[in-house]
């Protein structure tokens, strides 16, 4: 497969990105969340998902240039209203205010409504994760899993991510959809016409499918039956409900509505860990439970016990190396991009 500088990439959609109105710092923003997904491994909130981005403020459904709006504050807690704007630069404006706030009072949170589907949960974990902090988030999402006992879509798969900094040269990182799997690997594979596995998800009269396009048209399931349908609702109400943004079946769909905003909301909590212990006694503890972990006997046929986010980092490294791999359907509609806005084509 052939792959493609990162670089390049976050050049080409930054380009794109202001050919749409988006300010030069917010589109440069934009185009490293998308960049670093596929650097990462998560090409499904990737650049695959530059289009849908792009289509939806061609109507108007997005503001490229929204401006942030604090509704409520107390000292270290924030309200916010996104403007409708970009997800993901909303988002890391959001946990730029929250950082100082953090090291001011140990810990620091926000709710931010009328915003957008924003990528990988993981990206702003990350960021906080290399300023020494942790950052606890989650969101809600457009509705595609019902919850138990029912076969109607109406929590999204709700993401939950946090990231913790180490001194192993990688952040231990978790970040999961609490569906069975992220739906956007069901819209990869009906953009690729494959099927998907059986227990993935249900069609629209409730019955198992491994048809994606049916698959989309019903159900996701949730992870660890009722247990993910709990942590489904956790999110919902820390997101949706708490935020003031929409919820459940009321969330906007990003590919299907495209003649509404989503208004998805987000939450962050923020917490400094030298509040808590010192930054270098905290790193030499998480060493140390790492170096226990993969110390522990393995099972059979097991080389390598990872810990999350090592397995993403090892990817990480080799695609900054090598390039990462677009999906030939996301390069024809970058050309199309291309070619629509007057932007060369340089991949």
């Not at 390049?8 to 440069?28: E, F, I, R, Y």
């Not at 079946?249 to 003649?259: A, L, P, Q, R």
Request: charged share 20%; hydrophobic share 40%; proline share 3%.
């Amino acid at each position: 497969m052939k792959r493609y500088n990162p670089d390049t990439v976050k050049a080409l959609l930054q380009q794109l990105a202001v050919a749409l109105n988006v300010s030069g710092p917010d589109a440069a923003m934009f185009a490293d969340s998308l960049v670093e997904a596929d650097i990462n491994g998560t090409s499904t909130h990737g650049v695959s998902r530059a289009n849908i981005y792009s289509r939806r403020i061609q109507k108007g459904l997005i503001d490229p240039r929204a401006e942030l709006k604090i509704n409520q504050r107390r000292d270290a807690v924030l309200a916010v209203d996104a403007g409708n704007g970009l997800g993901q630069v909303q988002a890391v404006k959001v946990l730029d205010l929250l950082i100082p706030l953090a090291r001011a009072y140990g810990v620091a949170s926000a709710t931010i409504s009328n915003s957008q589907h924003f990528g990988a949960l993981s990206y702003f974990c990350n960021r906080a994760a290399d300023q020494n902090m942790i950052l606890f988030a989650t969101t809600n999402v457009e509705p595609s899993m019902s919850p138990t006992g029912s076969s109607q879509a109406y929590f999204g798969t709700n993401p939950i991510g946090i990231s913790f900094p180490t001194g192993k040269g990688f952040h231990i990182k978790v970040d999961l959809a609490t569906s069975i799997v992220a739906r956007g690997n069901i819209i990869a594979a009906n953009k690729k016409g494959e099927s998907i596995p059986e227990g993935w998800a249900l069609d629209v009269d409730g019955n198992p499918t491994t048809d994606a396009g049916k698959a989309l048209l019903g159900t996701v399931l949730t992870m660890a039956g009722h247990k993910g349908y709990a942590l489904a609702l956790m999110a919902e109400v820390l997101a949706g409900t708490l935020s003031g943004a929409a919820m459940g079946y009321n969330v906007g769909s990003m590919y299907k509505d495209m003649d509404r905003k989503q208004d998805v909301g987000h939450f962050f909590w923020l917490a400094d860990i030298d509040a808590f212990m010192d930054i270098d006694t905290f790193k030499m503890r998480v060493d140390t439970m790492i170096d226990e972990i993969k110390s522990c006997r393995k099972r059979s046929g097991v080389d390598e016990v990872l810990v999350p986010g090592e397995r993403s980092d090892r990817t990480a490294r080799a695609n900054r190396e090598q390039g990462i791999v677009i999906g030939e359907e996301t390069l024809k509609e970058l050309r199309g991009l291309c070619e629509e806005f007057k932007v060369p084509y340089s991949l």
